[in-house]
């Protein structure tokens, strides 16, 4: 049995900025009679995904898939830039051979 979100996603939000603007989430905890673990958790999901929207059921399979991917495109992009290092070194090293045995 799927339970249900006792809040939404706009009192979320709009606690979310208002402690942001507080810079104290005891005060706003109290004025909306929520624990300030509750909203500690809200501020955390907020920071970790730019948003405190309950994700659906295969939510966190997608994060998953997309913590992957952006592993694997990471991991390309470093190959890249070695890559790229490595080709300017040895053109470097052409450009001075060159300059060494055809001086101007």
Known sequence: MKKANKYSDELKEKIIRECQEI????????????????IHTWVKK????????????????????????????????D?????VAEKELELSILRELRDKTNPR
């Open 23 to 38: 810079d104290n989430v005891a005060v706003v905890a109290r004025r909306y009679e929520i624990s300030p673990n509750t």
């Open 46 to 77: 907020y920071r970790e995904r730019g948003t405190a929207k309950t994700l659906k059921k295969n939510g966190f399979k997608d994060i998953n898939t997309m913590a992957e991917q952006l592993k694997k495109v990471s991991t390309e992009n």
């Open 79 to 83: 190959q890249l830039k070695r890559l």
